[in-house]
């Protein structure tokens, strides 16, 4: 949050429909906790007949904030700090009183928070939105947070340890984040395990990936050195090598023809392609693509998965 701090002795307060301003001067007793000593505040106005409130002048003496507010109303409404007066920025930027998070409003829909982790924080979750929650008052433990964006599908975490935040994970829409592994566990490891929608795609992707470079490096190995010439050759010739290997080797064997669509390589499956490793190697990749599995579409393969 951008720390400001107003440099005037007086400021000058406005208000509008649903929208108004304010002042709060505190207090903070020695050892004591930080209050609302007195407050000025123009009001908002509605439907109603509120009354219509244009630079009203306040002096700012001794420490306080001054802020605004704009929505439903005071008390459910998006608030900006406009900033803190009698403070300095070293005060500012010092350790929060209490350890904890505050919730903002952006808008319809829309609310997310933030850790309390300096005075100015503070300040602002107890005297700006009044929204401060200790994390003294969760359990250890795995918590939902508040957190919405509109329309779309979104969530927040938070793992709280002997009343600290140890870890956190907040999106939206694709990137909406799910627990993968139990509370028990990220208590366990002091860390969150999530994933969200293209998280599990990418994920997916990558062991798709890993599994098809894996049978097309076997498909190039020295164990298979002699079967992979063979099937080279013979399509060479013009002839089929597979009912001769399917009579060698049980399992499953299938031809792609080149340019035809290829099905996903599974675990311990052997790719035999048209084209060496080091002829492979040799190749520009298609763009999107990498690895051994990239320079080689758009040519014939064989695939054979082994029986179990």
């Known amino acids: 949050m951008k720390t400001n701090i107003i440099a005037t002795n007086t400021v000058s307060l406005s208000n509008g429909f649903q929208c108004g301003q304010w002042v709060k001067f505190l207090t903070h007793p ?9 407050s000025k505040s123009t009001g908002e106005c509605t439907w109603t007949d509120d009354e219509s409130v244009v630079g009203m002048e306040v002096t700012l003496e001794g420490k306080g904030l001054v802020g605004g507010f704009h929505g439903v109303s005071a008390h459910t409404s998006q608030t900006t700090i ?3 007066f009698g403070f300095t920025y070293e005060e500012l930027a010092g350790p929060t009183p209490g350890k904890g998070y505050m919730c903002e409003m952006h808008g319809a829909h829309a609310e997310d928070w933030t850790p309390v982790e300096t005075l100015a924080d503070y300040l602002v979750a107890r005297f700006g939105n009044n929204s401060f929650s200790p994390w003294s008052s969760k359990k250890d433990g795995v918590h939902k947070m508040p957190y919405a964006w509109g329309d779309q599908p979104a969530d927040s975490y938070a793992l709280v340890i002997n009343h600290e935040l140890v870890d956190s994970v907040t999106g939206c829409g ?26 599990d795609i990418e994920r997916e992707q990558q062991e798709c990936n890993e599994r098809n470079n894996a049978a097309l490096k076997l498909g190039w190995s020295e164990q298979w050195r002699e079967v992979a010439n063979h099937i080279r050759s013979s399509f060479r010739l013009g ?20 340019g ?41 393969q064989v695939s054979y998965v082994p029986a179990k």
């Open 82 to 84: 406009a900033g803190f």
């Open 174 to 199: 694709d990137n909406t984040p799910h627990l993968t592994e139990s509370e028990e566990k990220c208590l366990a490891e002091r860390k969150l395990f999530t994933s969200s929608p293209r998280g």
């Open 260 to 300: 035809n669509a290829l099905e996903n390589s599974v675990i311990s499956e052997v790719r035999f392609t048209e084209l060496l490793q080091s002829e492979n190697e040799l190749e520009e990749c298609p763009e999107g693509y990498s690895g051994f599995w990239g320079n080689v579409w758009g040519r014939w």
């Open 239 to 258: 002839q089929n090598p597979l009912p001769t290997l399917r009579k060698k080797f049980c399992g499953k064997w299938t031809y792609y023809q080149a």
């Open 30 to 38: 020695d050892g004591g906790k930080w209050e609302v000593a007195t």
